[in-house]
């Protein structure tokens, strides 16, 4: 039976490996690290690293999120973003007009894995980031 995960679990530092395959064009690949810092009720995240696109030079790229303790994340503006299922599993997010469709897979904890499958009328691709902890709390 799987472990539902609770927000502390996340706290430390972990390293992403992350791949962007569009259906068309270019893939990409980020490296990095995410950090979720905070307490019991709510927990900062922050991502930072390199991205690579073929035909471009490396970017630095950086993310920020607010979990909170349901497992709620929402953008660093305030906005919703979407629920993590606990066990693992799919959540959705609508950003008109763009389907964002993700998947969690707790399976391998302490690595994880999430992919977001995009579709929209300009976009289609699959996100695909693998959190591998590097520090606890």
Partial sequence: MPTDRLLADFEGVWTIARTITPKAGAAAQFDGTARWTGGRDRSDYTETGTLR???????????????????????DDGRFFHKVPAAGGRTQHFCDP????????????????????????????????????????
């Fill in 98 to 137: 763009d389907t964002y469709t993700g998947t969690y897979d707790f399976a391998d904890w302490p690595v994880f894995r999430v992919t977001w499958d995009v579709r929209g009328p300009r976009k289609e691709y699959r996100m695909t980031s693998v959190f591998t902890r590097l520090e606890g709390p």
């Fill in 53 to 75: 696109m073929d035909g471009t030079a490396p970017m630095q790229a950086e993310r920020r999120y607010l979990w909170l303790a349901d497992l709620s994340v929402f953008f």
